[in-house]
Structure formats: C-alpha cells, structure tokens
Nanobody, 125 residues
Framework: VQLQASGGGLVQAGGSLRLSCAAS????????MGWFRQAPGKEREFVAA????????SYKDSVKGRFTISRDSAKNTLYLQMNSLKPEDTAAYYC???????????????????WGQGTLVTVSS
C-alpha cells in the first residue's frame, strides 16, 4: 500500500486548499481513512476520518464547518477540502489508512496501518 499526499501550499488566512491522497495497492482492503496534522513542535493530531464506504466518521472540533473529508473510490483518492483557513491550521498534513474496523478509535493514530509522506500547509495572517 502506498499513499501519496499532495495539494499543500501557502495561503492567506480565509483562503482555501484541497488536499489529495492518492492510494495504490490493496485499496480493496481499506476500511477507514483519515487526515492528521502536525504543527512544528507539537504532537500529531487527528483532523478527520471517513470509512472507505463513504461514511464520514468525525472531525476535530476546531475544523468542523470549515473542512470536508471525502473520497473517490473510483480514483482511489482521499480528499480534504479546507475552507476559511486560519494561521493555527498551519501544519504538515498526513493521510493514513486502516485495514480494520477501528470502532470509535478513528482519532488514534496508532490504529492506522499505512501513512502518506505529508504535505505542508502554511496559512499566513
């Protein structure tokens, strides 16, 4: 399994970006996919998760109403549409996939089996 994240960049506060995560390999075995982020000097944190079936599981409270997670199973691609970006959204964003039912633990990074390389999002004030 390989995950390739892209779409990061520099944007002004209030702007938008769409992150993509192209998956290859055993995509038929994916159960859940998620986006996590890590800001400089901080721990990696959960952003959003979705079942490969398309059911959205959850969002981090601070991104609710601004970010939308989705996937295109035909293209084997996960997306994160980010609107109304804030400087505090600045981080490296990582996509991840889990092959098993993680139940209510979708925010636990340890439950995911494969990770992309990360794409950097910088929001200027």
């Amino acid at each position: 399994v390989q995950l390739q994240a892209s779409g990061g960049g520099l944007v002004q506060a209030g702007g938008s970006l769409r992150l993509s995560c192209a998956a290859s390999g055993r995509t038929f075995s994916f159960y859940v996919m998620g986006w996590f982020r890590q800001a400089p000097g901080k721990e990696r944190e959960f952003v959003a998760a979705i079942r490969w079936s398309g059911v959205v599981l959850s969002y981090k409270d601070s991104v609710k109403g601004r970010f939308t997670i989705s996937r295109d199973s035909a293209k084997n691609t996960l997306y994160l549409q980010m609107n109304s970006l804030k400087p505090e959204d600045t981080a490296a964003y990582y996509c991840a996939t889990g092959l098993n039912d993680v139940g209510s633990y979708y925010a636990d990074a340890n439950r995911y089996d494969y990770w992309g390389q990360g794409t950097l999002v910088t929001v200027s004030s």
